[in-house]
């Protein structure tokens, strides 16, 4: 298990208040593998202490159909359930077309190699067809493509934490701005290391559930990506049953709480979660060009150090 740290929660100001380990809650998964284990197991049914959830909605909100494309574009819970195992096509598709936008771009400054680096081995997605060892009859003639880089390590979270009243375009915008992000850094051969996160806040109490999507030596390709980072079921299926299914009631008040921000120094960036606006206020939904530019800017903050400053979410 990661040493995460979490040190406030809130919308800033005084709203912020210090993480509290006795009175809040926190689940953490190392890899996907680990939330696919989870699920197959203690998670498959909701708690029998969150029995509150099913009676406020009717039916438990991770397994409730007929949202809604602007809730969950019409993922349902099976969905949600198989793309976290097969990742989302049409997401990738998204990612790649935003990569397409920030070919030609150059940050404005770089880490310092020496920082906190090593060496890593990093995997480009597809593999490398060995003709000479095929038609020698070998088992093995296909091989992983990889290169070593000695780099800082990057640490990003994708807070997805998002108001109920938050469109699912609007998430998903959001969410493939950071996935292209990290998919910069790493191209410019940085070790980035990726988590993605959802923090419930109540009167009464604080849910945080973090995910490590991949570790800053290993590969996830494009389809996973965009799943956990830009779709809406993503948070509302898969994380809303972290909350649902835990055998300790996590007491936020009514409903799953409001979104919080977090802060942790385990991290070079946390993004914030989305209240009831988010792309659309700077005019980069569906706008390829400034959603680039946006990327951009997080791309040229982390790298010089500076505080990523709120420019997505109001």
Same mark, same amino acid.
């Given at each position: 298990?990661?040493?995460?740290?979490?040190?406030?929660?809130?919308? &800033?100001?005084?709203?912020?208040?210090?993480?509290?380990?006795?009175?809040?809650?926190?689940?953490?998964?190392?890899? +996907?593998?680990?939330?696919?284990? *989870?699920?197959?197991?203690?998670?498959?049914?909701?708690?029998k202490n969150h029995d509150w959830a099913a009676n406020q909605y009717g039916l438990y909100s991770s397994t409730?159909?007929?949202?809604?494309?602007?809730?969950?574009?019409? =993922?349902?819970?099976?969905?949600?359930? !198989?793309?976290?195992?097969?990742? *989302?096509? =049409?997401?990738?598709?998204?990612?790649?077309?935003?990569?397409?936008?920030?070919?030609?771009?150059?940050?404005?400054?770089?880490?310092?190699?020496?920082?906190?680096?090593?060496?890593?081995?990093?995997?480009?997605? &597809?593999?490398?067809?060995?003709?000479?060892?095929?038609?020698?009859?070998?088992?093995?003639?296909? #091989?992983?493509?990889?290169? !070593?880089?000695? !780099?800082?390590?990057?640490?990003?979270?994708? @807070?997805?934490?998002?108001?109920?009243? $938050?469109?699912?375009?609007?998430?998903? =915008?959001?969410? +493939?701005?950071?996935?292209? #992000?990290?998919?910069? %850094?790493?191209?410019?051969?940085? &070790?980035?290391q990726i988590w993605v996160g959802d923090a419930g806040r109540g009167s009464k109490g604080i849910s945080v @559930?973090? $995910?490590?999507?991949k570790d800053s030596s290993e590969y996830i390709d494009d389809k996973a990506l965009a799943f956990w980072m830009?779709?809406?079921?993503? %948070?509302?299926?898969?994380?809303?049953?972290?909350?649902? =299914?835990?055998? $300790?009631?996590?007491?936020?008040?009514?409903?799953? &709480?409001?979104?919080?921000?977090?802060?942790?120094?385990?991290?070079?960036?946390?993004?914030?979660?989305?209240?009831?606006? $988010?792309?659309?206020?700077?005019? *980069?939904?569906?706008?390829?060009?400034?959603?680039? !530019?946006?990327?951009?800017?997080?791309?040229?903050?982390?790298?010089?150090?500076?505080?990523?400053?709120?420019?997505?979410?109001?």
């Amino acid at each position: 298990m990661a040493a995460i740290t979490i040190e406030t929660v809130g919308e &800033g100001g005084d709203n912020q208040r210090p993480f509290d380990h006795e009175r809040d809650a926190t689940r953490q998964f190392d890899s +996907i593998a680990a939330v696919h284990a *989870w699920l197959d197991g203690e998670g498959k049914e909701p708690h029998k202490n969150h029995d509150w959830a099913a009676n406020q909605y009717g039916l438990y909100s991770s397994t409730k159909e007929g949202r809604g494309e602007s809730w969950d574009l019409n =993922a349902g819970w099976d969905n949600a359930f !198989k793309m976290s195992y097969e990742g *989302w096509e =049409a997401g990738a598709e998204k990612l790649r077309l935003a990569m397409e936008k920030l070919e030609d771009f150059s940050p404005e400054a770089t880490m310092d190699d020496e920082a906190d680096g090593m060496d890593l081995l990093i995997a480009e997605e &597809g593999e490398m067809f060995m003709p000479d060892e095929y038609f020698a009859g070998a088992e093995q003639f296909m #091989v992983d493509v990889r290169f !070593k880089v000695h !780099k800082p390590i990057i640490r990003i979270c994708c @807070n997805l934490s998002a108001s109920a009243g $938050v469109q699912a375009q609007d998430m998903l =915008a959001r969410g +493939i701005v950071i996935a292209a #992000v990290c998919r910069k %850094l790493e191209r410019l051969g940085y &070790g980035v290391q990726i988590w993605v996160g959802d923090a419930g806040r109540g009167s009464k109490g604080i849910s945080v @559930n973090l $995910v490590r999507v991949k570790d800053s030596s290993e590969y996830i390709d494009d389809k996973a990506l965009a799943f956990w980072m830009g779709h809406p079921a993503a %948070l509302r299926r898969i994380f809303f049953r972290f909350i649902e =299914a835990t055998p $300790v009631k996590i007491d936020i008040g009514s409903c799953y &709480g409001m979104p919080g921000n977090f802060t942790s120094p385990d991290f070079d960036l946390v993004s914030p979660s989305a209240h009831l606006a $988010v792309a659309r206020k700077e005019g *980069w939904y569906n706008n390829p060009e400034a959603a680039a !530019k946006a990327t951009e800017r997080y791309i040229n903050q982390i790298l010089s150090g500076m505080k990523v400053e709120e420019t997505i979410c109001d």
